[in-house]
C-alpha cells in the first residue's frame, strides 16, 4: 500500500503569516487570563500585532494575520461556530474594514494610535450590531454602549501607542540604544 | 529619553485629533444613552386600566378610586408623587418625587400606579 502524500508548498511570506499569527495568538491566550469586569471589555492585545504588520507588510497580510489568529484562537479555547467565534470574527471584520480606510490617512500626521482607535471603535460597533440583530434584539444593550465604547477608546489608544514604539524603533533603530 | 517623552513621541499630531474626536464621540454618546430622559406626562392606572393621562406641565392633585380608599397623587413643577394611600406598607408614598421618564410608583393592595412617559420609553428594572 503506498501512502499518497498531499504537499503544501508555502511561501515565506505564508512563514512569516503563521508566525505573527503566532505572537498575535500567544497575546491572546495571556490576555484571557486577565479578569475582566464585564463580559467583552478585554485589552485586544493580539491587535498590536495587527497594527504592526499593518505598518510593516500592508492591508493583506495584517487580515491575514487577524482573521488566522480569530479562527486558531477560537480552536484553542473551544469556541469555533460558537457565538463568541462570531463575535470574534465580526470585530476583526470591522476593524479590517476601517483600517482599510484609516491606512490612506496621510501618514505624516496619522499614525497608529489614529488607526487604533479607529479600528476599536469599528470592532464594538460590529459586536454590538452582531448582538443586536442576532443574539439580544432588545434596545436595552444601547445602556452598554459607553462602557464598550469608553474600554474602546482607552484601549485602542495604548495599544496604539504600544504598536507605535514598535513601528518607530523598527524605522529609526538608532534613537533608542536601550530598547 | 524617558517614557513619558517616548509615549507623546509616538503619538502624531493627526493622533491627537483623533484622540480627541474619540473623547466627544465617547462623551456625546454616553450623555445621549444614559441621561435620563425628562418626562412630561403622568400615566396613573387603576385595576391594570389607565386611569387619566395628565401632562406633567400644570400642577394639580388627582384622588384615584381603588378597593381599599382613595389614593392621592399630586403633580408639581414637572414632578409627580403619590401623597397619600390606603395601603398598608406605604411603599409607593415613600417613593417620593418622580421626575423622569421610566420612573413608576406602584401602590399594589390600592392597585393604584403612576408612571412617567417621555415621547420615547425608557428601561427600567421592570420591562427591562
Known amino acids: ?179 | 529619553m524617558n517614557s513619558y517623552e517616548a509615549i507623546r513621541s509616538s503619538i502624531k499630531a493627526g493622533d491627537w485629533l483623533t484622540l480627541l474626536l474619540g473623547i466627544l464621540c465617547v462623551v456625546l454618546i454616553t450623555l445621549k444613552l444614559w441621561n435620563g430622559e425628562q418626562a412630561d406626562r403622568a400615566i396613573i392606572r387603576s385595576a391594570g386600566k389607565i386611569f387619566k393621562e395628565v401632562p406633567l406641565s400644570r400642577d394639580t392633585q388627582i384622588e384615584v378610586p381603588g378597593p381599599l380608599g382613595i389614593s392621592i397623587i399630586n403633580i408639581e413643577k414637572g414632578k409627580a408623587r403619590i401623597t397619600s394611600d390606603p395601603s398598608p406598607r406605604q411603599y409607593c408614598v415613600r417613593q417620593g418625587w418622580l421626575q423622569q421618564a421610566g420612573e413608576i410608583a406602584i401602590c399594589l393592595p390600592n392597585q393604584v400606579s403612576v408612571e412617567l412617559t417621555g415621547s420615547q420609553k425608557k428601561y427600567d428594572s421592570l420591562n427591562y
Open chain 1, 1 to 179: 500500500m503506498t501512502a499518497s502524500t498531499i504537499k503544501l508548498t508555502a511561501t515565506p511570506e505564508d512563514h512569516h503569516i503563521a508566525k505573527m499569527a503566532a505572537v498575535a495568538l500567544g497575546l491572546t491566550v495571556l490576555e484571557n487570563a486577565i479578569p475582566s469586569p464585564l463580559p467583552g471589555v478585554k485589552p485586544g492585545l493580539a491587535n498590536i500585532v495587527t497594527l504592526i504588520v499593518l505598518a510593516r507588510y500592508g492591508w493583506r497580510m495584517a487580515a491575514w494575520v487577524s482573521l488566522l489568529r480569530v479562527v486558531a484562537g477560537s480552536l484553542l479555547f473551544g469556541n469555533f461556530l460558537a457565538p463568541g467565534f462570531f463575535l470574534s470574527l465580526s470585530g476583526a471584520v470591522f476593524s479590517l474594514a476601517a483600517l482599510a480606510i484609516s491606512m490612506h490617512l496621510p501618514q505624516r500626521g496619522f499614525g497608529a494610535v489614529t488607526h487604533s482607535i479607529l479600528a476599536a471603535f469599528a470592532h464594538i460597533a460590529g459586536q454590538m450590531m452582531v448582538v443586536y440583530l442576532w443574539l439580544i434584539p432588545h434596545s436595552g444593550i444601547a445602556y452598554l454602549i459607553p462602557i464598550f465604547a469608553t474600554a474602546a477608546l482607552v484601549f485602542g489608544t495604548v495599544n496604539g501607542i504600544i504598536a507605535a514604539r514598535f513601528i518607530d524603533n523598527v524605522a529609526q533603530p538608532n534613537t533608542e540604544p536601550h530598547a
